[in-house]
């Protein structure tokens, strides 16, 4: 039972790493019906740039760890939004009239750009990084095996929740959400209402990468080990996440990223660790085979 919670506490935390990026794949999809295949390295490039502003930091005497984690967080999220805005004005909306595989291939090609950039700039050796955030609690602790949760497992639940409650806030309650919403349902009628469609999926890859951005953070002080690969692997998870969970739905991403952090870490724990990824992919193809629209996904309706 201990070893079985612990394992719980480490599937969460998984979990909401990847429920964060699933969020930025299902709001594109919803609004677009196109996955950004360049979001997993925006991912990435979210982590690097957390590593680098937590040196700078360092290296310019802050060294209240809060302040350097608030600061870092504000400068990652904004520099990584400027690569979800960049995607969007070079792959996207160039291409929004053509036909659906070219601005597809167009993001892969961003993807390929991304990871080499990182490569060449930082090197391709993981980059590690000292554990920022210390300690934690012991729940229970019986047959010498003690259940406990870090303070970085803390942080990490606590920030993803704070991050996906705003932002549901955002979609329902204020005037850009309505328009996100519009354009979902369709977005040549909201045009014609007088919604500007370019600000609103501008918009809507600048928030996406913002919560990447959050979750590269995530990632990089829960590992404390990176590289310009990371991306692709950590990407591939959560886009099985958001389509877990049904693609278009945002409770899906989030539930669609528990299951798969819980899969992973539990079959981690009981059987073998190389296998991991089959057990995750295996769990969405029976799925996709007896629910295509996913867990919480609505059937798409073509209208006529």
Not at 284 to 302: A, H, K, M, Y
């Amino acid at each position: 039972m201990e070893y079985f919670t612990q394992q719980l506490i480490n599937g969460v935390t998984l979990g909401s790493v990847y429920g964060l990026i699933a969020v930025g794949y299902t709001m594109v999809y919803g609004i677009i019906g196109m996955i950004n295949f360049a979001h997993g390295d925006i991912f990435m490039v979210g982590a690097f740039t957390s590593l680098i502003s937590i040196l700078a930091l360092g290296t310019m005497g802050v060294a209240s760890v809060p302040l350097v984690l608030i600061l870092t967080l504000v400068v990652t999220a904004s520099l990584t939004s400027l690569y979800g805005w960049t995607t969007e004005r070079v792959a996207y909306r160039p291409l929004r009239g053509s036909f659906r595989l070219a601005p597809l291939i167009t993001a892969i090609g961003i993807s390929i750009v991304l990871q080499n950039m990182v490569q060449v700039t930082q090197g391709a050796r993981v980059k590690p990084m000292q554990p920022m955030v210390t300690g934690g609690y012991t729940l229970m602790e019986a047959n010498d095996f003690a259940v406990r949760v870090s303070n970085i497992q803390i942080v990490i639940v606590l920030v993803t929740l704070v991050s996906l409650l705003g932002f549901w806030y955002l979609i329902t309650h204020t005037t850009l959400g309505r328009a996100q919403r519009a354009c979902e349902q369709d977005m040549k009628m909201a045009s014609l209402l007088g919604v500007n469609t370019d600000r609103t999926i501008s918009i809507t890859f600048i928030l996406g990468a913002a919560l990447a951005a959050v979750a590269g953070l995530m990632f990089l002080l829960y590992y404390g080990v990176i590289d310009f690969f990371i991306g692709f692997v950590v990407g591939v998870k959560a886009f099985t996440a958001a389509v877990l969970g049904g693609i278009g739905s945002l409770p899906g991403a989030v539930l669609g990223g528990l299951m798969i952090g819980l899969i992973e870490t539990f079959w981690s724990a009981y059987f073998s660790i190389e296998y991991k990824d089959v057990a995750a992919f295996s769990i969405l193809i029976l799925v996709l085979i007896f629910r295509p629209s996913g867990l919480l996904g609505r059937p798409e309706i073509e209208k006529v």
